[in-house]
């Protein structure tokens, strides 16, 4: 036939959820600077640093040993058929490699069919900068489809023609920060079907790409919550950013005032990556702030935490419990449990059943006997 076939396929029947949040973004971006950084150093003055050629190199007793057993594993494949010999070398011998020939299948036409079936795929974005824990908004795929068809003919000089076909649904929700709760961007979801191919117009032989997309209407609705959430969040990036390149050019500077030399090199690296552990500010969306005139002592989760009066204290609600191990950042609607907050004044507890709801509403007054309200 002279063709080969290659099949793809990914199904899954369960809901693919993917956090984004900016403190990981960022934690990601200065791996990669260090990991570049570390390559730079290993590549010093123009040299690859190699730790292999420290290594002693083969003696010529070893490569004539290898030689030998080299060649009668080459008398082997010759009579049992073909296969390939590597010879292994070590520091700086001069062993070369030996191989013999191989043969492969000619193909002259390859197709390449590739399916992809998501019941749901969710991508969540999340604000936890300079101690936030806000989400931003998330998008929704329903029922996405994917299918492409690849085929490659060696045979002709334009070999390449293709089909590719995708539909899906998208909702899309964003987070108001005033109630705490998910807005509907998309008021319905949005049906969208793209194709496209290459391959001849039937009666010609020119060769002709296509894209087709038909869209369903598109409903949107959002208020300034939504502007007012990005812009915070463009903000708060710029701010890291400027402060962070302002940091690490003040130690380049200090690196290059040492003449760049090879010693001064790993501390400095140490240093920047010490700095970007210290701008990763801990998540503390959630504080007490004491007026009260007493010591008071709040419970989350079991966790009594002190806060004395003229001073406010942070904390956090540790994140639902996922389908794996670890927890899973839920916001809104999404959230589970309650998250509830007690709190001791002077041996009377105020049960708050869940934090969010309070938000936005107008103080309340607690009786603690004695004619004494907080």
């Given amino acids: 036939k002279n063709q080969q076939l290659l099949d793809l396929s990914f199904v899954t029947l369960s809901p693919v959820t993917v956090t984004l949040s900016m403190q990981n973004y960022a934690l990601m971006m200065a791996i990669v600077t260090s990991t570049s950084e570390a390559w730079e150093a290993n590549t010093f003055n123009g ?72 019941p749901e795929t969710t991508l969540v974005v999340i604000n936890d900068l300079q101690g936030l824990d806000e989400a931003l908004f998330k998008v929704t795929m329903q029922s996405c489809v994917w299918g492409a068809d690849v085929s490659v003919d060696e045979t002709k000089k334009d070999n390449t023609i293709f089909h590719v076909h995708t539909n899906t649904n998208i909702l899309a929700d964003y987070f108001d920060s005033n109630t705490k709760l998910w807005e509907p961007f998309l008021l319905k979801p949005w ?29 949107v609705s959002f208020s300034e919550q939504l502007l007012i959430s990005l812009r915070g969040a463009s903000s708060m990036w710029s701010l890291y950013s400027k402060t962070s390149k302002k940091a690490l050019d003040i130690l380049d500077d200090i690196n290059a005032s040492m003449n760049g030399s090879r010693k001064s090199l790993f501390p400095f690296m140490k240093a920047k990556a010490s700095f970007s552990a210290r701008a990763m500010t801990t998540t503390m969306p959630y504080g007490v702030e004491n007026r009260s005139g007493y010591t008071i002592i709040f419970d989350v989760n079991g966790k009594k935490q002190q806060s004395p009066d003229g001073t406010t204290t942070l904390f956090s609600f540790p994140p639902s419990q996922g ?45 603690l006997g004695n004619n004494r309200t907080i």
């Fill in 191 to 219: 049906e969208i079907d793209i194709k496209a191919s290459r391959g001849k117009k039937q009666g010609s032989k020119r060769m002709m790409t296509t894209l087709d997309v038909e869209s369903h209407p598109c409903q």
């Fill in 47 to 118: 040299s690859i640093i190699d730790p292999v050629q420290e290594e002693k190199a083969l003696s010529s007793g070893e490569i004539e040993k290898i030689r030998n057993i080299a060649s009668e594993l080459e008398k082997t494949d010759i009579e049992t058929g073909s296969a390939e010999i590597e010879v292994m070398m070590r520091g700086n011998s001069t062993v070369a490699s030996h191989s013999s020939h191989v043969s492969t299948p000619n193909y002259r036409k390859r197709i390449i069919s590739a399916k992809t079936t998501l």
């Fill in 323 to 367: 389908d794996g191990i670890g927890g899973c950042r839920t916001y809104g609607q999404d959230t589970t449990y309650k998250k509830q907050v007690d709190v001791l004044v002077d041996d009377q507890c105020i049960r708050i059943a869940h934090l969010d709801d309070e938000i936005n509403q107008p103080m309340k007054a607690h009786p």
